[in-house]
């Protein structure tokens, strides 16, 4: 599991189910769906070797009376991380998968980013996501927790749907659908899960009546349907609470801020990729030299794709054709043309101005005053549609890397992939020898070689959290200033939001070795 396993929680429970400038311009009881499974470790006691605080080769040693110590360094950039490694076949992680890392790196307080793991417990596979809020972290949260529920409903067989509506219906325990693998600091809301139980099950029960066995319905069809459900969802429960005085304000804060998502299912040597936004899936490659390449997977869904582009305008009258997308903005207002929630993109602008009037308590003056945007005349203009990629898994595909864009804009993919791809090949060279025979000569070369790759690995296990500290501290020659990653790390936080994004990376490690 765990590189540090002192400290293990193991908890079943029903997991539950500002506005961001470079993206906007201004419980059940008795009902048990996941098995989750948290790890923590005490950061501040960690011990690090004095040989890899002085590498010659990624750190110097000149640090000045003002700037921060590299065991603050290490104390931010590990504070979120999370390691999972996969002990041997179990039949559901398919086999492909040996472990992940991941982290999150705020820039927002609270941070806008979310990352959601599970393995899939009633079929097979597991699960990925990085999810990009803005205009807050609401839907980013609601979509992290729910999200993976949908998808695992829309693959389940009806069988197993009909199995798991009778136990509902007669209060016995439900078995689990997924297990989650989850950071202590990631944030669990409570406040909406009855309603978000609620919801789920009326899906399920829908696909029942519908007669809908997932043995007719291919796997991107159903990631695509799980999107758009829980997309359309979100926006159902927004409307029918906002007439409510009474009611909760969850789930409209959930429908008018929005997030971005990009989610892996690996099931076998079978890599789904589901995308909406401009989030990033990126393969590690490596050639028979032993070489590394990039191998993207998804697209954005901006102004910058020109297939995006003619989408959207193709979508709206020829009249609309300067206002749909002003300033690379769908309407002059949000960067992705892809996301979840966003209601002031989606719903009629009868429905909005309705909402406003109904629950201002929930909108400042100048939202209030822009709930209807310019130009707003053949709504929707954004999709929660996801674009689904099918890959094989070849032998030469060692990891994948899913990504929110606060990575992608500090780092080219081909970077982020020699970056991980030697910080793994370092790792290697760090395990310990077995069953093997060397003479005195042999064995004082391999050690030195050894030495010498070990310390360009640095502090990290953690492939998610190295990549962060090239991404802050990179000096433009593939290795780490440290008075650089210092700076970036103690900017204040009304300034570090005008230098970098929220970072969140999950790096899936893949069974084929490392050369």
Known sequence: MMTSPAIRRV???????????????????????CHSSDQSMDLTNVNYPASTLHSRRKYRS?????????????????????????????????????????????????????????????????LFGVFDGHAGSACAQAVSERLFYYIAVSLLPLQTLLDIEEAVENDRPVMPML???????????????????????????????????????????ALSNAFKRLDSDISLEAQVHFGDPFSHLTPLRVALSGCTACVALVDG?????????????????????????AFTITNDHNAQNP??????????????????????????????????????????????????????????GN???????????????????PEVTHHKLRPQDKFLILATDGLWELMHRQTVVQVIGEHLSSLQWQKPL????????????????????????LEDENSSTHLIRHALGNDGFGSVEPRRLAKMLSLPQDLARMYRDDITIVVIHFNNPIM
């Open 62 to 126: 000149n640090n000045s009376p003002n700037q921060m110590a590299i065991s603050q360094v290490n104390h931010i950039l590990k504070a979120n991380e999370y390691s999972f490694r996969v002990n041997g076949y179990d039949g559901r992680s398919g086999g492909s998968v040996t472990g992940f890392d991941s982290n999150i790196l705020a820039s927002n307080s609270p941070s806008e980013d979310r990352r959601s793991t599970a393995t899939c417990l009633q079929s097979r596979g597991m």
């Open 179 to 221: 297990q989650w693998h989850k950071h202590p600091n990631d944030y669990v809301s409570t406040d909406a899960g009855k309603l978000y139980f609620n919801s789920l099950r009326t899906f399920w029960q829908e696909r029942i009546d519908l007669q809908e066995d997932t043995e007719d319905e291919d796997v991107p069809t």
């Open 11 to 33: 908890t079943h429970h029903l997991s539950v189910i500002n506005w961001k400038s470079p993206h906007y311009d201004c419980a059940m009881p008795q009902v048990r769906l």
């Open 434 to 457: 077995t069953a093997v025979s060397f003479t005195l000569g042999q064995m004082q070369r391999l050690l030195l070689e050894r030495k010498s790759r070990a310390l360009s690995a």
């Open 367 to 385: 939202e209030f005053t822009k709930m209807v945007p310019s130009n707003y005349n053949t709504p929707p203009y954004l999709s929660a549609e």
């Open 269 to 293: 040597d079978d890599l789904y990729i589901a995308n909406l936004g401009d989030s990033r899936a990126v393969l590690g490659v490596q050639g028979a030299d032993g070489s590394w390449s």
């Open 307 to 364: 297939d995006e582009m003619q989408r959207v305008l193709s979508e709206h009258p020829n009249l609309e054709r300067k206002t749909v997308v002003k300033h690379d903005r769908l309407l002059g207002v949000l960067l992705p043309f892809r996301a979840f929630g966003d209601i002031k993109l989606k719903w009629s602008s009868e429905l909005l101005s309705r909402m406003a009037e109904a629950r201002p308590e929930v909108l400042s």
